[in-house]
């Protein structure tokens, strides 16, 4: 009778799991869907006609797909100054923000010394203020270093991030310390075990930060618009915004503008997806 009475409640429990995971797949099938159609329909205004853009009811599919908005984006933008702009300060910031970040982790994580939790704690406030807020003091700094209008004023700001910090910081803090240990008894100094023991153990972590960092500096706009108002040291999402007129927008060549500056972000993710997912795994709420 035991065994009979079991067999149908295991049964029931395996149906009423696999109604949960059908239940869970379908939410994530409506999520990944809500999330591709905006990027769907860009790419389908890019080949519309102002006359289907603003038609009503709105068309789905262009009628007859034309290459005009990209023609008046390259027409309208000096895309390839602003491209170099674009990734010379992409270029910059990423380099800066891991290898500062890095360093700063494996401070935290690491190393013992006086007011070091006070000093994170610090950080962490940092990461509750908004960016805004900041924007007055790296203004002035850029000016008093005579930076404006230049690519380094773009990046420099970018190099120092409390986010960057915590994220290292958390991949230093789970990694074992019996390599860090076998290191300093072969008579590595701090330096040598952060480059050659604990840098390497953190290239998943490194990678994700270095694809977030790519996505924050490709699409800011505000501080560009503040740093570099005039001149050719502009980068290209000042350029897509100046396209936005007063009285009327041309949504085509503005929607194809912006799929062309998206190519880039997506190629990065393509390369370092593997790390960066790696990365997010292992950053680890420990510590």
């Known amino acids: 009778m035991t065994e009979v009475v079991s067999r149908p409640r295991r049964a029931t429990g395996r149906s009423a799991s696999s109604r949960g995971q059908w239940r869970i797949h379908l939410f994530l099938i409506i999520a990944v869907v809500l999330m591709v159609i ?3 329909w860009q790419i389908l205004t890019s080949f519309k006609t102002s006359n289907e853009v603003s038609s009503l009811p709105p068309t789905i599919f262009p009628s007859n797909p034309t290459f005009a908005g990209f023609e008046t984006f390259f027409a309208s933008v000096p895309f390839w100054m602003q491209f ?3 990734a010379m300060s992409l270029i910059m910031r990423v380099i800066g923000q891991v290898l500062v970040a890095a360093l700063a982790g494996y ?6 010394f006086p007011g070091r939790n006070v000093i994170f704690a610090l950080f962490l406030l940092m990461l509750m203020v908004p960016s805004q807020l900041f924007l007055l003091g790296q203004f002035d700094i850029m000016k008093g270093l005579g930076l404006l209008n230049t690519i380094p004023a773009l990046a420099i700001p970018g190099i120092f991030s409390a986010f960057g910090t915590f994220l290292m910081r958390q991949a230093f803090v789970t990694m074992p310390k019996e390599y860090e240990e076998a290191a300093r008894l072969d008579g590595a100094g701090t330096l040598r075990v952060f480059w050659s023991v604990m840098l390497p153990m953190a290239r998943p972590m490194l990678a994700a930060l270095a694809v977030l960092t790519s996505l924050y500096s490709w699409n800011d706009l505000l501080w560009p618009l503040i740093v570099t108002p005039a001149g050719d040291n502009r980068p290209l999402t000042v350029g897509l915004a100046s396209m936005q007129g007063q009285f009327g927008t041309n ?9 062309i500056c998206t190519l880039p972000l997506v190629i990065v993710f393509i390369v370092l997806q593997r790390q960066f997912f790696a990365g997010i795994a292992s950053s680890g709420l420990k510590g």
């Open 38 to 40: 905006p990027f769907v």
């Open 84 to 86: 170099g702009v674009s």
């Open 107 to 112: 401070a935290f994580a690491r190393l013992r």
């Open 251 to 259: 949504y085509p060549a503005l929607m194809a503008g912006a799929l």
